[in-house]
């Protein structure tokens, strides 16, 4: 009489299927868990600073009509048109030495109370990645006011240094 070897497990494909669906019901219950928990502990991004750093952005590689979208009528007006905006900043970019690629970097963003609207300043970095201009740099404040319904710019005031 023979027996059959304990050590021989007999694994079917509808057990082998379940441990994959268990599996992946773990991992994305892990995934959703760690998730959750970066949400509510990880600092949001203010919207203004990220309407800040996408005017530079736009600006500084000539995307011309998505950097007026997002100026302010005062802004706006200084400039005269659209037109005109486009004028100046092309005759103004030439004497920024403007690296193709470069970082924009927002830091200490902090609400201002002497507008009518809600306001705030930031201050804005662009360093460039290129590697013979490690050393370019612009650096300044930025003013973003909250008028009809959106963030807009309404001040570049980034100088070479």
């Keep these: 009489m023979t027996f059959p070897s304990p050590l021989v497990v007999d694994v079917t494909r509808r057990d082998h299927a379940r441990s994959v669906v268990r599996g ?11 998730s959750a928990v970066a949400m509510w502990t990880l600092p949001a991004v203010p919207l203004h600073a990220l309407v800040g750093k996408a005017y530079i952005e736009a600006r500084y590689t000539g995307q011309w009509s998505a950097a007026w979208d997002l100026m302010c009528a005062p802004g706006r007006s200084s400039v005269g048109s659209f037109p005109g905006f486009v004028d100046q900043a092309t005759y103004w970019d030439p004497y920024l030495h403007l690296p193709t690629d470069f970082d924009v970097a927002v830091s200490d963003v902090h609400a201002v109370s002497e507008w009518n609207d809600p306001a705030a300043t930031m201050t804005v970095t662009v360093t460039s990645d290129e590697p013979e201009r490690a050393d370019w740099k612009l650096a300044g404040e930025l003013l973003v006011l909250f008028r009809d319904g959106r963030w807009r710019v309404c001040s570049d005031g980034l100088d070479p240094t």
């Excluded at 992946?24 to 760690?34: I, L, S």
């Design 24 to 34: 992946a019901t773990v991992t994305t219950a892990v995934v959703a868990a760690g």
